[in-house]
Structures are given as C-alpha cells and as structure tokens.
C-alpha cells in the first residue's frame, strides 16, 4: 500500500526493531529483579517493622511469582501504563513525559553547540595541518575527553556562577521566581518563543547555557577529531585532486565535493554521540538540578524502584531506534549512493 | 537583523521590567533548599519519604503541638515536656485516667473554608490505623490501635478512649502522623477500591494547615502559600515558601553563599562546618535527640555473640578520632546509649577505656588470640560520615588482630540487608521521636526484636526494665530503672555508641525564627525574613 520507498522503509525499519524492543523489555524487567535491593523495605520508611514491610509488599504485589509479576507488568505495558514510581509517588508514563523534554532540549542544545565549534574546527584544523588552529583543536579534544564530565559541570559552576556570578544559579531549567511557559512541546526555549515570551525566553537560555556547555565539550572532542580525520582522507583522495587540477574555486572543492564526502561518518559518529550524551546528562542533571529523566532514573536505580528504571530503559531504547532511522534517512540525503532500500 | 533587533529589544524592555516586580516576591517569600523532595503530600501513604513527612506537616494540623524552649546556644527548640493546643482548644483526662477528652476550636477551617469537625478527626484517626505500614505502626506505639478507641462526641468536642494506661498517648498525637484531614474533601474523592482516598491524597492537599499547596512538581519543586484564615496558632510571616530540589550539596551551598536562596538542609558535615566557619550565614546545629550512631556487633552469630569478644572492640574503638574525621564538630561524641538531650543521660557509666592489651586479653579469652577476619558493613547513603569512621575502624580493630573487608551497601539493600540481621559488624543509626530513653531501647534492645535491634541481642532481664520504665510514674524510680538497662547494655554492650548527629540547617542572616523538631523537618510557621 505504501509507495514511497522511504515510508517503506521506514515502516520496515520500526517493524524490524519491535524484537529488539521486546528483548529490551524482559531484559530489564529480570536485571530490575536481580539487583539485591529489596524496595519494600527501602520504602516501608525509617521505623518499619517486619510486618509494615511484609504490607508494602504485598501492596506493590512483590510477593507474587516472578512470572505472575512479569505477565501483570507487560498487560499494564500493552495499556500504556507502565506503573508508577516509588520515589516521585506519580505514574512513571507522566514523570517520563514530563522529564524527557527537558532531557532531550538540553542535549539537543549542547549537541548543536558541539556541533557548531567542533565542525569548524575539525575543518580548519584538517584544511591546515601543524598550524595554531590544528594544536587548538587538539588541545580541545584532549581536554574533553580527559575532564570528567561532572568535574567540567562543577567548576564551570564555581567560577562563572560562584566566583563571577556571570551565570544564574544552577537552579534547573527556570530560576525560583518564574514560572514555566504553556506547555505545547514542553520544551522550554520553544514553548516561550511560541507564547512571544521574551523575558521568559532569555530567563530559559540563560540557564542552559552552562549545562549546555558542559555537555558540549564533552561532545566536542570526537565530533572535531572525526571531522578533521575524514576531511583529510577525503582532501587526500583523487576526486578532490581532480577538482583542484580543472581548476574549480576553493569554495566549490571545500564544500561542495570534500565536506559532503566527509561528513558521512562525521553524521554516523553524531548518532552515537547523542546517544553518549544522553547518558552524559545523567551527571549533568545532577550538578544543574536538571529535571530530566537521568537523574529520575538514577534516583530510581538508588532506591530499586522498579518501574521507573524500567520505563526509562525502554524510552531510551525506543529513543535509539528512532534516532538510528533518522541517521539512515541522513544518510540518503547527504549521499544519493546510499540507497534507502538497501 | 532588524527582527534579532526587535527581540532582543522586546527581551530587554522585558527583563526590566520583570525585575521590580520579582524583588517585590522575593521579600516576602523564603526560597529553601532540599537535596531530595518529597513523593506525597500524605504522611499515612504506602512509602511516603522523609521529605513527604514535612510536606504533611506544613499542609495539615495536628490536634496537639509542643511549646518551645531556648537551648544552651541560644537557639530554640521545641519542648518535648510541654504539650500546646492545635487544633484541641483544651483537653481533660478522665478521671480514671483511661480517656481524654478534647475540645476542639470552633473557628478552625479547612483550606477549602469548610469547618474543622471531631468526625473529621475521627475519619482521619481512623484511617491513620487502618491503613497499614508506617501510621498504623507510629500509632501502635502510643497504644492507639483501633477506631472504636476514637468517638465523636458532638461537632466539637472528641474523646479518645484508652486500651491501656500509656504515657506515650498524648505525644504520640502530636507527632507528623494524627493530621486532621478534611474528610468530606476526602471521601468525595474516594472509590470502593480506594475508601481513604490514598490515590487523591497523595496529589492534593485536603488539610487545614498554615499553608495551603499552591504547586507540587514531584522531582523539582514544592510551593506553599500561607493560609491567612489559619487559627491554630499566630499567623505566620512568611507568606510564600518555594521549595527547590538540589541535589548537588555544593551547589546548594553556592546558591546559599550567593544569595539566590534563602535557606537549606541536608549538609555533609563538613560543608556545615565550613559554613559555621566562614561566618557570612546562619548556621544553627542541634544534636538529634534520642539518635545515636554506633557500631553494631550481631550478638547471635560467631564471632561477636561472645560478649568478651564484644568488650575487647568496645575497649578499642576511637570514638573521638572518629567524631573528628567523620562529623567536623557538628554533633556530640557520645560513650553511652543514651542520647546527650534525653533524659537519663550518663557519661560516667562507660568502663571502657582505649586499653589495647586488655582487649588483646579479652580475644585471648574467647578463643580468638590470633584475632580473625570479618566484613564491616555500612550504607552508601550517608557515606560522608561512614566512609571515614568504618576506616579508622578498620584500622583499629587490625590493631588488636580482628582484618575486616570494608563492605560498601547500597541505600536499597541496606534495609533488606537489616531484615536479613546477618551482618557480623556494621556502622548504623536509629533516631526515636519521642524522647524517652526507653522508647529508644524498646527498638534498639528489647527481645521482640524489632528492625531496629540490628544485633538481635537477646536478654529477657533487659526487657523487663524497659517495660518497667514505660510504666513507671515516679520520677525517682524512672531514673533508677533507665539506670539499669543502660548499664546491662553497656556491659552486654552488642552496640559500641559513637556519636551523635546534628539537625543542621544554614540560612540567611535576615532569616529568624528557626527552630528545631524532633522530626526534623523545617517548620516554616515560626520563619521570619527581613
């Protein structure tokens, strides 16, 4: 029924991933379990008896068999309903959906960020070999992948919030005294653009600037050292030497033939650094107060709250699938030999 | 670039003007600074968290609440001795001393404007022993177990009859647990499956509180505003409280030391320390009473069931060089079960002293004269403190020939790991609300066992003093019975005590009224800003 060849593939593609999906969900519903915590204890509070958390359990329907809670957990999955969190006292589906956006807003901007600095960067540094700008680059690459991500976040706190008091408070994604735009995509930087809320926009920015950053230059060092590697095996090949010899504008030969060559695996390594840094935030919302969905999970891995890790597995998974579908699509677009049908 | 222009004009004209207007807010509202939030607004809801007990306190009164009292420091507490209306105008005992009866204010309201009744206090009483797991058990402990004990008399007045004389009754009503909540709000929104409305009440606020719930984003943030038709006590300064979850303690600090918050807990020790030290804040550290941390010996299991075994570890545990490395001065250095601000506190009872060649002895005694190898066990969760006093334990202990793996637990399984009550040597604490020394001991070493007596001692002489001391009315005989089981549990000593924690707190200097509860939680009714 589906004439594109791209819809079908892409309808292909997501029916391909369903096993994955499936393998994702008992995968973590039985390493949730096998983990040693026991959270009918954890949550029966601080002056429990045997017998108040012997109720908790029962009331979370953790006395039943493992098959018996596996069956309940995928009916309430088919439902949509994928139970609720222990730590946050809501559904996991409203935590996650309500979290992810702030998750996925940050990491798209620190990832554009990246992007910007890194592209250049690798471009120029490969275009002049052994120059200041190459030695810059290196530098860079260097410092992003040896800095600890947490430690980069904290003393990007110290000095430009602490010490020069350039940066608002690591308050999150508004300061205490604003309040958030209608949500229509619930991202905020979109939201307040759509409310024509100026204020509101600038208040938002201004927050994510250092944790954006934080995760930018993390995110730097592989994008810049890519650029720079496949830009010099492209500046070396024929075609450009061709290029250059028939005498087309410096321009042209850049651009036109070496970039869209090279960024092939630059847009392969993107894919994978977006993954990275979605689960770079899980620090990065710590230090920022960020409320997304890392550092839900993390609190939920902390206290053996099930569902919520559950949840956040799977969002991540389905996250990935389409994420991989999307870079296939690039793909295509960037390089009419990669054909969608294959 | 005319529209960037026109933006970024729109952006600036908008920001200024903003900014009046927020500092007009800020005056009269108090930003505070949590590491984590709460996850209910209902302190009777299967696992509601720590925080989730302030969020109750703040929304809900209670039928009784404690007078105050000025510390040694200069700072103020509440009166564990003095018992003041809340929402009860006054109360009498009967005379045969087995029901009290309550008068409650006739002019008290819920936040929906609707009148304060006894059948709202009985539905909430009600529900606190019906529903199971934290409540029910709170209540259990000052002998209120089942509804018939609660009877409503007419609209205002409500009486409690009692199953047993119980000098734990009355304090246990003026604990976080016995909110008085709007029970016609409440039923309205409650189902057959769910008649105690646990689903809504876990979202809304159906109280009659100082506060009113403005905004709960679970995870992030907790807004409160002040009740201005609140009469169960003068009405509250601040008029707005803004809650923000961070769980970073350094940024906290930072946002404190930059003025962008008002007030915040949850400190590592040494941040309090630092903090007390630079003098630019408010530091206010009272020692939590009835809390003790210590080292916990499994008196069932080899090799710490040998007593003398036990006593060799109690002759050399460096307390001091703990209390140092672990708490920086924030707490009390304790040698005696016995909390420093509860009554029957005694250092002079303690026979240990820093003796390594007679805990050499004592191993020698037991059989152990080459020492031997065990696991010392402590939770992740408050690893700030334990991390640094189970190594100078480690280190101690090799000194009279007991090797001990330091065994790192999580948070998570720690709680199963207590149930499980294998651990051979571990680093704990337990803290009691009510401030008897032994209500303390009836968790910690009586022979029923609770969660809390880690090291399963068993020792029916004990028991029987504890129980005694429960009952006994006359100050001089109390005093004689608390005496003796602290010093069985000294001598049998299946807990080392090591110190004692501080409720810590740092806030603004134009910030007042700051006082401590035995629960721990920020009351925000006696704050003041300027």
Partial sequence: MVRSPLLRMIGRRLLAAAPGLIGVVVVTFLLNRALPGDPAAFFAGPAATQQAIAEIRTKLGLDRSLPEQFALYVRDLARGDLGHSLTTGQPVTADLLARLPASLELTLCGLVLAVSVALPLGILAATRPGSWIDHLARLLTTAGVSLPIFFTGLVLVYVFYYLLGWAPAPLGRLDAFSTPPRPVTRMFLIDSVLAGDGALFWATARQMILPAVTLALFAMAPIARMTRAAMLGVLASDFVRTARAAGLSRHTVMVTYALRNALLPVITLLGMVFSFLLGANVVVEKVFAWPGIGSYALEALIASDYAPVQGFVLAMASLYVLLNLLIDVLYGVIDARVRIET | ?530
């Fill in chain 2, 1 to 530: 670039m005319t529209t960037v222009a026109r933006v970024l004009t729109l952006i600036l004209a908008a920001s200024a003007l903003a900014a009046p207007a927020a500092a007009q807010g800020r005056a009269e509202t108090l930003v505070v600074l949590t590491e984590f939030g709460p996850n209910s607004m209902d302190i009777h809801g299967v696992g509601a968290n720590f925080r989730a007990y302030g969020a109750s306190w703040t929304l809900y009164d209670r039928l009784l609440s404690h007078g105050t009292k000025t510390l040694a420091d200069g700072s103020r507490s509440y009166d564990h001795n003095v018992l003041k209306p809340e929402l009860a105008e006054s109360w009498t005992m009967a005379p045969d001393g087995m029901s009290v009866t309550f008068k409650l204010r006739k002019d008290a309201k819920f936040h929906d404007g609707s009148p304060v009744t006894a059948r709202d206090v009985k539905w909430s009483f009600d529900r606190a022993v019906t529903v199971g797991g934290f409540p029910t058990f709170q209540m259990k402990a000052g002998s209120l177990e089942k509804p018939d004990q609660f009877v409503v008399v007419d609209d205002f007045t409500f009486r409690v009859t009692f199953l047993r004389k119980d000098k734990w009754t009355l304090p246990d009503l003026a604990v976080p647990v016995p909110v008085v909540i709007n029970s016609t709000l409440a039923r309205k929104n409650a189902t057959d499956k769910d008649p105690w409305a646990m689903e809504w009440l876990k979202n809304n606020d159906a109280g009659g509180g100082a506060y009113r719930l403005e905004s709960w984003k679970p995870g992030q943030e907790t807004i409160y505003v002040r009740f201005d038709d609140w009469k169960s006590g003068p009405l509250p300064k601040i008029k707005r409280v803004i809650v923000r979850e961070v769980p970073s303690a350094g940024n906290r600090r930072a946002l404190l030391e930059r003025g962008d918050a008002d007030v915040s807990v949850d400190f590592p020790p040494r941040d309090v320390a630092d903090m007390a030290k630079s003098g630019k804040l408010t530091v206010i550290g009272t020692p939590v009473e009835n809390a003790v941390i210590y080292v916990g010996m499994n008196a069932k299991n080899p090799p710490f069931n040998n007593v003398k075994v036990r006593q060799a570890v109690a002759h050399v545990v460096p307390r001091e060089k703990i209390f140092e490395a672990s708490m920086f001065g924030r707490g009390v250095v304790l040698n005696t079960p016995v909390a420093s601000n509860t009554p029957g506190h005694d250092p002079a009872l303690w026979p240990y002293k820093h003796d390594r060649a007679r805990a050499r002895a004592l191993l020698t005694e037991a059989g152990f004269p080459n020492g031997f190898e065990t696991t010392l066990s402590f939770d992740i969760g408050n690893t700030t403190v334990y991390e640094p006093a189970a190594v100078i334990l480690q280190e101690a202990l090799a000194g009279i020939g007991i090797k001990t793996t330091i065994n790192k637990i999580t948070p998570a399984n720690w709680r199963a790991a207590l149930l499980k009550k294998d651990l051979p040597i571990f680093i704990n604490q337990f803290g009691g609300w009510l401030n008897y020394p032994e209500y303390f001991f009836l968790w910690t070493y009586h022979g029923q066992n609770s969660l809390f007596n880690t090291s399963s001692y068993q020792n029916p002489e004990i028991d029987k003093l504890i129980e005694a001391a429960h009952q006994e009315s006359d100050p001089k005989k109390y005093a004689d019975l608390v005496r003796g089981f602290t010093r069985i549990a000294i001598a049998d000593v299946p807990k080392v005590p090591l110190m004692q924690p501080n409720a810590d707190v740092a806030m603004q200097k134009n910030v007042g009224g700051y006082q401590y509860w035995f629960h721990r939680q920020l009351d925000f009714r006696t704050l003041t800003k300027q």
